[in-house]
Nanobody, 123 residues
Framework: QVQLVESGGGLVQPGGSLRLSCEAS????????MGWYRQAPGKQRGLVAA???????TYADSVKGRFTISRDNAKNTVYLQMNSLKPEDTAVYYC?????????????????WGQGTQVTVSS
């Protein structure tokens, strides 16, 4: 089992920045990749960004050039730096860890989940 604890959400004005963090514990050796999904009200949970143990990254088209995902394997922590935030980025953001690298890079919504952190972009 893997436990994920997220932090860093909140309220920010359009154009602002936030940094999300997610620390993994438990059977961390089993994790192939980590990432972030988000879910807005009435919408399906979708992949925002993911990073493999080796550093390969993938991003949703809507966040490319604005969000950066990074991973500190020594700390078992993944970060999501979000810049130039827009109101449409408002959602609950969920940290995800999956033993299958392919599963998370393809956004299959499998693996382990954090509790979610709210990000609200509003003036």
């Amino acid at each position: 089992q893997v436990q994920l604890v997220e932090s860093g959400g909140g309220l920010v004005q359009p154009g602002g920045s936030l940094r999300l963090s997610c620390e993994a514990s438990g059977s961390v050796f089993s994790i192939g990749a980590m990432g972030w999904y988000r879910q807005a009200p009435g919408k399906q949970r979708g992949l925002v960004a993911a990073v493999t143990r080796g550093g390969t990254t993938t991003y949703a088209d809507s966040v490319k050039g604005r969000f950066t995902i990074s991973r500190d394997n020594a700390k078992n922590t993944v970060y999501l730096q979000m810049n130039s935030l827009k109101p449409e980025d408002t959602a609950v953001y969920y940290c995800n860890a999956d033993p299958s690298t392919a599963a998370i890079l393809e956004g299959r919504r499998t693996g382990y989940w954090g509790q979610g952190t709210q990000v609200t972009v509003s003036s």
